[in-house]
């Protein structure tokens, strides 16, 4: 994939791709970040030859901010949903993305950082980082899809609780309720420990690989009976394959 991005950077190395967010200071979460994301998973999809994506951030000490918090009190009904709805539209693209998406949370994630984290497969976080959704302490709530994401994760009571105080939690602790998947070494060690899971994951039946997430996000739409049904769909799809 050939773009030139301000706010991205995207490698390619044996299958699994790699894009760093590296929009200094803070990788604040901005209408042109935003685009420039859409813009990579599109781009990524058509890469017949990946297997894996691992998103992270390129700039030390921090995964991501969250959203630019001076544009609320600008905000109109209207324009907030909008520019809201954008957002949530782009993390859902890289929820539905075809080929998994490992997140390594190498640096502190807060607000909408932490939601972006969240619409990824599977995360890691450094074990030395601090997470948050602090929105309800400015008169907000998340709004790229954690209120629904969250409680995905932890349980909606848990969930109520980390929104409603806005107070941050250790990776230990998001470790804890499921909210991380896995802890890497401190100081930016979790993109190394993605990269190794991405590169098994490179490995196995690609076919195989994207009906396992499409059946575990099906899942968790529908009743087990509607699932079965759906799983079994899938057996007979990769019966028929090469893989």
Not at 32 to 52: I, S
Not at 85 to 103: E, K, N, T
Not at 117 to 123: E, G
Request: proline letters at 5%; a negative charge; aromatic letters at 6%.
């Amino acid at each position: 994939m050939k773009e030139d991005f301000q706010h991205l950077a995207v490698t390619v190395e044996g299958g699994v791709d790699t894009v760093l967010l590296r929009s200094r200071p803070l990788n604040i979460i901005t209408r042109p970040l935003l685009e420039e994301l859409d813009m990579a998973f599109q781009n990524l999809e058509f890469e017949t030859g990946l297997r894996a994506v691992v998103l992270s951030s390129g700039l030390p000490g921090i995964f991501c901010a969250g959203a630019d918090i001076k544009q609320f009190q600008s905000w109109t009904s209207t324009t907030g949903s909008e520019n809201c709805m954008f957002g949530a539209q782009v993390f859902q693209r890289i929820a539905c993305f075809p080929r998994p998406v490992l997140c390594a949370v190498n640096g502190n994630a807060f607000g909408g950082g932490l939601e972006l984290a969240m619409a990824c497969d599977i995360r890691i976080f450094d074990e030395d980082i601090q997470v948050s959704l602090p929105e309800s302490s400015l008169g907000m709530q998340p709004g790229y899809g954690g209120t629904q994401r969250l409680p995905r994760l932890v349980g909606p009571s848990y969930a109520k609780k980390l929104m409603m105080t806005g107070l941050p939690i250790t990776a230990q602790e998001a470790l804890r309720v499921g909210l991380a998947d896995q802890l890497g070494p401190a100081g930016g060690g979790s993109l190394e420990t993605a990269l190794e899971m991405a590169r098994v994951i490179a490995h196995r039946a690609p076919i195989a690989v994207a009906r396992i997430k499409k059946s575990v996000e099906y899942a968790m739409e529908h009743c087990l009976d509607e699932g079965i049904v759906y799983e079994n769909r899938g057996i007979s799809l990769l019966c028929g394959t090469r893989d």
